[in-house]
């Protein structure tokens, strides 16, 4: 399977707090992709970072991408109530997407 | 913009019966997908397409068909359904490798 696979499975912090989860993966990739997952909702695109990047912002979320290690991290910082979900990174292989199980994260305000 | 509409959200079938599940994408995209969702299982590729006309097996095809006749279409059935189908179904549609964008869910339930 191509499938990565999240850590910590679940995570509870207070708002305010830096969230961080990983990702570890199996093959080489050209991308890896986060996504969020709110209660009975679809995944939603959070970021995209290329095989090339070390690290990509966007606005609270910082992403980091280590090759060599094949393992990715997703930082929430400042967390808020409203990030309470659960997180998936993908891989794309092919035509295909491969998700791990994701990360339930629970910000208590 | 709609983005990525599934049909229905709710569905209970009995074990034996039959049902199609319609994916409408309004992005002009290539590619499409459908996933099932389990408990502790993450999101598993049932079939996807790459284009109007094709259908290629993901990860977990059996007891499913798939059908894109048209480029915005993407239809998942059913032909028996069995208890282990209970599930909760994603469609997805993307542009290549860049993102894919999801609808709101299925949730199948067979009994």
């Known amino acids: 399977s191509q499938q990565g696979e999240e850590d910590p499975q679940a995570l509870s912090i207070q708002e305010g707090e830096n969230a961080t989860m990983n990702c570890s993966y199996k093959?080489?990739?050209?991308?890896l992709q986060w996504y969020r997952q709110n209660s009975g909702r679809g995944l939603v695109h959070l970021i995209l970072?290329?095989?090339?990047?070390r690290e990509k912002h966007s606005g609270r979320l910082r992403v980091t991408l280590d090759t060599s290690k094949k393992s990715s991290s997703l930082l929430i910082t400042a967390s808020r109530a409203a990030d309470t979900a659960s997180y998936f990174c993908?891989?794309?292989?092919?035509?295909?997407?491969?998700f791990g199980t994701g990360t339930s994260l629970t910000v208590i305000p | 913009n709609a983005g990525v509409t599934q049909t229905p959200k709710f569905r209970v079938l009995k074990t034996g019966q039959s049902m199609t599940l319609l994916c409408a994408q309004d992005?002009?995209?290539?590619?499409m997908y459908w996933y099932r969702q389990d408990p502790g299982m993450g999101l598993r590729l049932i079939h996807y397409?790459?284009?109007?006309?094709?259908?290629a097996k993901g990860e977990v095809p059996d007891g499913y068909n798939v059908s894109r006749l048209k480029k915005q279409n993407f239809l998942l059935g059913l032909e028996s359904a069995a208890p282990s189908q209970t599930s909760v179904y994603f469609c997805?549609?993307?542009?290549?490798?860049?993102?894919?964008?999801f609808g709101q869910g299925t949730r199948l339930t067979v009994v």
């Open positions: 993908a891989t794309p292989w092919g035509n295909q997407f491969y």
């Open positions: 992005m002009n995209h290539e590619y």
């Open positions: 970072i290329r095989s090339n990047e």
């Open positions: 093959t080489s990739i050209n991308n």
């Open positions: 997805a549609s993307s542009w290549g490798n860049s993102g894919a964008f």
């Open positions: 397409s790459v284009g109007e006309g094709t259908t």
